[in-house]
């Protein structure tokens, strides 16, 4: 079974709106804002997509049993 992530949206969200268009399933636009639909997800290319689209860095992927960044990548 592979590990779960931990997927966050900073105050750096400028509301583009990238995130919520590579990744509906996971990331939706409140008030402007993008915020992730849940705090934990099964891992899914798409959040991966969403997170390096961000124009701004504002989204985190982490693996939830280490805290190692999936993405952003450098």
Same mark, same amino acid.
């Given at each position: 079974m592979s590990d779960s992530w931990l997927v966050s949206v900073d105050q750096?969200?400028?509301g583009s709106g990238m995130c919520a268009g590579a990744a509906p399933d996971h990331f939706e636009l409140m008030e402007g804002y993008a915020r992730a639909i849940?705090? /934990?997800?099964? %891992?899914d290319e798409a959040?991966?997509?969403?997170? /390096?689209?961000? %124009?701004v860095e504002?989204?985190?992927v982490k693996l939830a049993s280490t805290g190692a960044v999936v993405a952003p990548t450098d």
């Open positions: 750096n969200c400028i849940k705090d /934990e997800v099964d %891992p959040v991966i997509d969403a997170a /390096e689209s961000c %124009p504002a989204i985190l």
